[in-house]
C-alpha cells in the first residue's frame, strides 16, 4: 500500500489578515491606556490644587481670607492643570486656625471622562483630595 502525498496548503496572505484582525484590537488597547493615563494626571492635578489651597489658607491673616484664597488657589490650580471640573467644591477646614495650628482643605471635582479623555467617552467620574498644611506659630493673626 502506498501513501499519498499529502497537500500542503498555501500560507500567502496568513500574516495580513492576522495584521487586519489585529490592528484595531491594539489600537483600542491603545486608547484605554490612554484614557488612564489622562484620569491619572487629572488626580494628580486634583492633589495639587488641595495642596495650593491648604498651603493659600495657611498664609491668610484671617478665616474668611484663608477660605477665599484657598478657593481661588484650587481653582486656579486645575485651571493651570487643563482640568474643567463639571463641578467643583473646595472646603476650608479653619477649625484649628491659630498660630501653630493647621488648615485642611478638601477639593472635589467632577469630570466627565469625554473631556478628560477627548475620546467621548460616556459616564463622569468624581476626583477627590484632602490636604493638611501648618499654620506658621510666629505670625500674627488676626
Same mark, same amino acid.
Given at each position: 500500500?502506498?501513501?499519498?502525498?499529502? +497537500?500542503?496548503?498555501?500560507?500567502?496572505? #496568513?500574516?495580513?489578515?492576522? $495584521?487586519?484582525?489585529?490592528?484595531?484590537? !491594539?489600537?483600542?488597547? $491603545?486608547?484605554?491606556?490612554?484614557? !488612564?493615563?489622562?484620569?491619572?494626571?487629572? +488626580? #494628580?492635578?486634583?492633589?495639587? @490644587?488641595?495642596?495650593?489651597?491648604? +498651603?493659600?489658607?495657611?498664609?491668610? /491673616?484671617?478665616?474668611?481670607? *484663608?477660605? &477665599?484664597?484657598?478657593?481661588? *488657589?484650587?481653582? @486656579?490650580? !486645575? +485651571?493651570?492643570?487643563?482640568?474643567?471640573?463639571?463641578? $467643583?467644591?473646595?472646603?476650608?477646614?479653619?477649625?484649628?486656625?491659630?498660630? %501653630?495650628? =493647621?488648615?485642611?482643605?478638601?477639593?472635589?471635582? /467632577?469630570?466627565?471622562?469625554? %473631556?478628560?479623555?477627548?475620546?467621548?467617552?460616556?459616564?463622569? &467620574?468624581?476626583?477627590?483630595? =484632602?490636604? =493638611?498644611?501648618?499654620? %506658621?506659630?510666629?505670625?500674627? $493673626?488676626?
Amino acid at each position: 500500500m502506498t501513501t499519498r502525498p499529502q +497537500r500542503r496548503r498555501s500560507e500567502d496572505g #496568513s500574516a495580513t489578515t492576522e $495584521l487586519v484582525l489585529l490592528t484595531p484590537v !491594539l489600537v483600542l488597547m $491603545l486608547l484605554f491606556v490612554v484614557a !488612564l493615563g489622562r484620569l491619572a494626571s487629572a +488626580r #494628580s492635578d486634583v492633589d495639587a @490644587a488641595a495642596r495650593d489651597a491648604a +498651603r493659600a489658607a495657611s498664609d491668610a /491673616r484671617s478665616v474668611s481670607t *484663608a477660605r &477665599r484664597d484657598g478657593e481661588s *488657589a484650587a481653582r @486656579a490650580s !486645575l +485651571r493651570e492643570g487643563g482640568v474643567t471640573c463639571r463641578t $467643583l467644591n473646595v472646603a476650608i477646614d479653619s477649625n484649628d486656625f491659630r498660630a %501653630d495650628g =493647621t488648615v485642611t482643605a478638601h477639593v472635589s471635582c /467632577r469630570v466627565a471622562l469625554g %473631556d478628560l479623555t477627548q475620546l467621548g467617552l460616556p459616564g463622569q &467620574r468624581t476626583i477627590s483630595s =484632602t490636604f =493638611t498644611a501648618p499654620v %506658621d506659630r510666629y505670625r500674627g $493673626l488676626s
